[in-house]
């Protein structure tokens, strides 16, 4: 039998866009049974709210991640067209300006504004600028590097960022960007294309990006909601 | 110029996102294994379980090019194989120790090519027949797939048995249907070419011990009863036919001696070795699918009847571009084509929902 009082608790705190795995902690540290806070998340009236919340929720996720692509598009659009007449002061004011403002509203939002997706957003967007950034400064200052090296950079400073402000789709960023880096490294080794074995940063950044992401592996894996922990 | 180069820079990495979100959000809701019995046919079982598990695979990967690297700083003291084999072997123990299905994919498939690509570097130069290292990849799959079952017995492995079963059927399923074409008798016939796999004590050796592991891993399986009288006798059975084609002395498959088996060309007539062994291997796959399907129906796995009938689908339509495609009018051949289809897709429809209807009845009726 599901407790009212609970299954209305955890209706209300759906309804405050609060995540499953922190009503369960919450309610764990008060001393409830996992199986009874199953049991009021899977109560009628609770089930189909929270469907009704995930269509809502996944609504304004795409728009505003769509609205962070363009906005990060028009920038960079507009940067781009105007970079010959830049110097370079102004050039990498530019790119770590616009790369703060977008993390700190998307905080701002996230954290203050309780507007979870709009923020969520915006440090994406943040995230992607920050990766322009690596490779136009790298272009700028004509540094010698192979190239996949400034996708493994940009990759470790998203994980870094998705770990400080608990951002999902800052991990499913830097998931495609390692990708990237992993096809390009063996393509440069094999082929001795671009390949500077001089260049022994390549190495280092490769030894410790399997540390960071075996490590971001780890740490998410403890994230596992705890009913499912016999499973593992 | 710089600005199209930007949108292409920023587009391409966000088609991935959104194809990596996509999967992410499905995994969103999570699948619990107290609500969903078939909770083991889903590769993440929450959000957390499917982030992780891609880090890991992540790292695995560049534990690998992390080898190759610094393999290539200090001079190339390892072949690119070796480094190939100690990532598997490392992806496989981090596969068990953190119970990531995706690590366990890719660690497999690792060790199986190792294992093709080390034995032809030890065979290099001594002309040993081809159909022996076939032999070798078919043990390696029946073992996957009795390696399966044997995972079956503990609920927390029940998922990485899923991917043994279905490494083990596609990749036996793959070779009995190569080798039921024309095409693929003709490569039949070119592999028995050669001296006896003796000639290499490594090959030898390995083969000694795929044939002893896959021997005993069945055997222990059907032991404890998660493997059926008939799943070990047709394991043995598929043992056989793959431990004979690797004993093969030189077959001559077509007629004409040296004729190309070009696809549908007409191409050379089969000799009676040829027929022969189109004939086993037509029944090997006709049955092995039959078989495939009634084992879904005894263990009640729908997923096991659905592949068995994407296969059985798949299995006539390629027989029939095989046996009719120069044989007929094109015309006819494509008329009776579709209403063939027609018939196959009303009977595998009915038959497909008649089983899973049957389980489902079946299942209701016992007591969990």
Known sequence: MVDPTLAEYVKASLAQGKPKEEIYKELLGQDWRVEVIQESFNSPTTKEEEEKEDTQKSTIRLIVTFGAVLVGAGIFSFIAANWQEMTRPVKITLILVSMLISYSAGWY?????????????????????????????AQMFNIRANW??????????????????????????????????????????????????FLLTSSLL?????????????????????????YY | MLGDLLLIFLLGPIGIIIVIFRHMSGRKKSVNPKENKEWYLHLALSREDAVSQLFLLLSFFFLGVTLLALNR???????????????????????????????????LVGLTSWWVVQTNVWIDGKDIKKSTLFAGVAFLMLLFYSLGHLHEKEKKFKR?????????????TGVLFIFSTKPGIGVLGEMT???????????????????????????YAAAKKLLSPFELLAVFALTCLFGITALLPEQSMFVQAGLSYGFYSGGGELSSTGVLWALIYNFAIFFELLGLLFSGYIRRETWLINLGALFLFLLIVVKYFDWFFTFFDKSIFFISA???????????????????????????????
């Open chain 2, 338 to 368: 579709g209403v063939l289809l027609f018939v196959v897709g009303w009977f595998m429809e009915k038959g497909r929902r008649y089983m899973i209807t049957n389980i489902k009845k079946e299942t209701q009726q016992i007591p969990q």
């Open chain 2, 193 to 219: 070419k050669g001296a006896s796999f003796v000639g290499s004590w490594q090959l030898t050796l390995s083969l000694l011990v795929f044939i002893a592991s896959l021997v005993g891993t069945t055997l």
């Open chain 2, 73 to 107: 700083d200090f001079g190339d003291p390892l072949s690119w194989r070796t480094i190939l084999f100690i990532t598997s072997l490392v992806g496989l123990v981090g596969a068990y120790y953190l119970k990531t299905i995706y690590t366990l994919v890719f660690s």
């Open chain 1, 206 to 230: 490769l030894l410790i990006s399997t540390i960071i992401t075996f490590g971001a592996g780890w740490i998410i894996r403890k994230k596992i909601p705890p009913e499912f922990k016999e």
């Open chain 1, 109 to 137: 939002m996230k954290e203050k504004s309780n507007l979870l997706k709009t923020g969520e957003a915006l440090i994406l967007l943040g995230a992607i600028i920050y990766g322009a950034g690596i490779f136009l400064v």
């Open chain 1, 148 to 197: 996949p090296d400034g996708f493994i950079l940009w990759m470790i400073g998203t994980i870094a960022m998705a770990f400080a402000v608990e951002s999902y789709p800052l991990f499913y960023l830097a998931i495609p960007l390692g990708i990237v880096a992993l096809v390009g490294h063996p393509f440069g080794i094999f082929t001795g294309f671009g390949y500077n074995s």
């Open chain 2, 160 to 172: 990485f048995a899923l991917v043994y079963l279905v490494l083990g059927i596609i990749a036996v």
